[in-house]
Nanobody, 115 residues
Framework: VQFVESGGGLVQVGGSLRLSCGAS????????MRWYRQAPGKEREFVAH????????VYADSVKGRFTISRDNAKNTVWLQMNSLKPEDTAVYYC?????????WGQGTQVTVSS
């Protein structure tokens, strides 16, 4: 199984994007899920967490109040709504379980915020 991320793109400062994460033959409802990101020259970092049923969310301090993670287990999809984007949000964004499994990493989706 590999997760497939989509929805990235080029956006201006202050803009919004909505990322999606899905996978076939994977029962999302069994796992808490996270979004991660990796900027050029930096290590991959945690962005947002959602519990398996969706009732609990946690965010990195850098995105708190701007990003919202959500999920629909019936659709096997996790989203990341990103508002008030900043240049420092530029990165490749990935989804994975918590804890992440090496074999689940997908290609990610590029988010570029221009100033």
């Amino acid at each position: 199984v590999q997760f497939v991320e989509s929805g990235g793109g080029l956006v201006q400062v202050g803009g919004s994007l909505r990322l999606s994460c899905g996978a076939s033959e994977f029962t999302f409802s069994n796992y808490p899920m996270r979004w991660y990101r990796q900027a050029p020259g930096k290590e991959r970092e945690f962005v947002a967490h959602i519990s398996s049923a969706g009732g609990n969310t946690v965010y990195a301090d850098s995105v708190k109040g701007r990003f919202t993670i959500s999920r629909d287990n019936a659709k096997n999809t996790v989203w990341l709504q990103m508002n008030s984007l900043k240049p420092e949000d530029t990165a490749v964004y990935y989804c994975n379980t918590n804890p992440p499994k090496r074999e689940y990493w997908g290609q990610g989706t590029q988010v570029t915020v221009s100033s």
